[in-house]
């Protein structure tokens, strides 16, 4: 039998309405012109923009470290659904390694929409794992399904129209899910996530992002503000694989 549906479900689904439709009809929102003016373009062993290319390495180390803790993880202490989210989020961070790379080695709208495109996939897998940790399953798979097709279509929107709204609500109103199941205990048996570490993680990232010519300048050249952006942002992945590795150490010990 089917179980009912909870308010938590009911909540997440009108939630996902409210910013589908702000996506939807609110006046559009046009990126920089100068968004692939990055203040590093420097060569370095015939790499281009090297360092905002090699700086995505750490999403691929974290992605493979996320994978072999959760091998470790015996299969009677995290159930399945949450299982397979977070393989999907490490797998995701592995891609987004991958598609910024690209992206960076030749800057432009095509290879951008590869990058958005690979981080859409790490974004379901851990706002995924979120929602059922807090809200359960159903409610998990329902809205990572919603990622992997938002994620896409919004990257379509912004290359057909020019809008980036679709693509900044998408971001935003994961970060404010993940900042309202930081308030909300986890179900028993769940995965225990610290998703306040995680919201303050992605928002150091996005503030060297921002400064990106500014750190340039601050660090005599040393490394940019998008270089620091993908070194820190990278981290967002330590909260999932130390919840991780507890549980992993508390199934051994138990």
Not at 20 to 42: G, K, V
């Amino acid at each position: 039998m089917t179980p009912p549906i909870t308010r938590t479900e009911v909540w997440l689904f009108f939630a996902v309405l409210a910013l589908s439709l702000l996506a939807a009809f609110a006046p559009p929102l046009a990126q920089d012109p100068h968004f692939h003016d990055f203040a590093d373009q420097r060569t370095w062993l015939g790499i281009p923009c090297a360092l905002d290319v090699l700086s995505n390495l750490p999403f691929a180390l974290f992605g493979l470290l996320g994978l072999h803790v959760l091998r470790r993880v015996p299969a009677t202490a995290l159930p399945t659904p949450q299982r397979q989210l977070a393989t999907l989020f490490f797998a995701g961070l592995i891609l987004t390694a991958l598609c910024s790379a690209w992206y960076h080695w030749a800057p432009d709208n095509a290879g951008l929409a590869v990058d958005r495109l690979g981080m859409t996939v790490a974004f379901a897998g851990l706002l995924g794992l979120g929602v059922a940790a807090h809200m359960g399953a159903r409610a998990a798979w329902w809205f990572a399904g919603v990622v992997l097709l938002g994620g896409p279509l919004s990257v379509a929107v912004w290359s057909a129209s020019g809008n980036l709204l679709p693509w900044a609500v998408l971001q935003g109103g994961g970060m404010v899910l993940l900042l309202v199941l930081a308030f909300m205990q986890p179900l028993p048996g769940a995965l225990a996530v610290r998703w306040g570490a995680v919201i303050a993680v992605y928002v150091v990232a996005k503030a060297a992002e921002q400064y990106d010519a500014a750190v340039f300048a601050a660090t005599g050249q040393i490394i940019s503000g998008h270089s620091l952006k993908h070194l820190v942002a990278a981290f967002a992945a330590w909260p999932v694989i130390t919840a991780l590795h507890r549980l992993g150490q508390n199934a051994s010990q138990s």
